[in-house]
């Protein structure tokens, strides 16, 4: 299992230090791990002045899977956009063709009162969202503002085409598989014919995976059951712009930025594992950032990068039980509980595995 590191810039090399720490202790228990750590971002630009350095690229091409920490800072806001650290992280996406991007909102117990819902609604939440992340009317032609009669017009073009709808699809099933077994397909299939083609092909493809229940919602809908009873949704799939705004929407149920992990795969399952939050740069430095978000997109790069399963497992439960400990970093602290730095929660995380 050959994986490339990316700690990126702010809080970045902290996290991923723990993480990495995480996969040492794996690996003396026998995981056949390696790692070769490589520049992104920031700390990319400050070293040769790009953000994603040839090395690097060719660093995750040869790798079974990345772990990327995050990348961003106000140091870099002047610089032209093609030389800012964020212009790394869509290059790298693009170029490994993590077309399949995997949110999962799940709600800790012990971090219950964090969400901005009611304890009865979100306890117990575990719902995943499968969001397409390189096509859509993100990417499609025509698109532009340009001067029509005499006023500006702005447009954009929703896309897909059926081989493009039917990887997510495929990538969507075999998670369901891996879960619940129930799939709930997001469209607007009454308005929009692109979507009208995504409704049509993901039920094709439904007939490969018979064991998984399939469901279809459009998307207003989706919205409005995400919040008045998410916990009815096992995995959700949808298209690019859709799954950006619901899945930023099922993220935040949890209420916790620092604790939530994310994956995004190409159609071989090799796969980008990087938490959803930034380089937070107010607090870089310091050692108080949370590691959790980044120890679990290990797990998520276990279980859906390499099929192990029982290893992601135990990592998820080794937070578990840091968390039922009661130790939190300085974002989810409560009163009641230990305040702990970023060091101490890895350290805890790794006597509980
Ligand atoms: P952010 O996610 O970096 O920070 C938002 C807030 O959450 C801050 O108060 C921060 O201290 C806190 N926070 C984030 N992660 C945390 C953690 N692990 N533990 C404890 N607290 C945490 O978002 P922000 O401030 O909007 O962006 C900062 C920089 O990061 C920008 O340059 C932005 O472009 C970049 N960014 C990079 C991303 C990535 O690398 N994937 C994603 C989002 C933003
Ligand atoms: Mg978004």
């Known amino acids: 299992m050959k994986i490339a590191v990316l700690p990126g810039d702010g809080i970045g090399p902290e996290i991923v230090g723990e993480a990495v720490r995480v996969l040492e202790a794996l690996k003396r228990d026998g995981l056949p791990v390696e790692t070769e750590t490589a520049l992104i971002g920031g700390a990319a630009v400050d070293a040769c002045g790009d953000p994603l350095p040839d090395a690097t690229l060719e660093i995750t091409r040869q790798a079974d ?69 390189v096509g859509d009317i993100y990417f499609g032609e025509p698109r532009g503002i340009e001067v029509r009669n005499g006023e500006r017009v702005g447009f954009n ?104 992990p994310s994956a995004s795969l190409d159609a071989n399952g090799k796969g980008l594992f990087e938490p959803i939050h930034g380089s937070a740069p107010d607090i870089a430095g310091k050692g108080v950032a949370n590691p959790l978000a980044t120890i679990l997109s290990v797990a998520m790069m276990l279980r859906y990068s390499f099929d192990r399963s029982a290893e992601a497992d135990r990592i998820e439960n080794a937070v578990k039980k840091v968390l039922a400990s009661g130790l939190r970093t300085a974002d989810i602290y409560q009163p009641g509980t230990e305040k702990v730095g970023t060091r101490q929660m890895g350290d805890a995380v790794i006597a509980a595995l």
């Open 157 to 260: 073009t929703m896309i897909y085409s059926e081989s493009e709808i039917r990887r997510i699809a495929h990538s969507a099933f075999r998670i369901a598989m891996k879960r619940g077994k129930r799939l709930c397909s997001v469209d607007k299939m009454n308005v929009l014919e692109a979507t009208q083609l995504w409704r049509d092909v993901v039920i094709e493809v439904s007939a490969e995976y018979p064991e998984v229940e399939l469901s279809h919602m459009l998307v207003d809908n989706a919205a409005m059951q995400l919040v008045r009873n998410p916990k009815q949704f096992d995995v959700m799939v949808t298209g690019n712009m859709f799954g950006d705004i619901l899945s930023d929407a099922a993220s935040m149920l949890t209420g916790s930025i620092g604790m939530l």
């Open 65 to 133: 899977a990345v772990l990327l920490g995050a990348v961003g800072g106000p140091k870099y806001d002047v610089l032209p956009r093609e030389q800012r650290p964020e212009r790394g992280l869509l290059r790298i996406r693009k170029a490994l063709n993590v077309f399949s991007n995997l949110r999962p909102a799940i709600l800790y117990p012990e971090l219950a009162a964090a969400s901005s819902l009611k304890p009865e609604i979100v306890s117990g939440l575990d719902i995943m969202i499968v969001r397409e992340l």
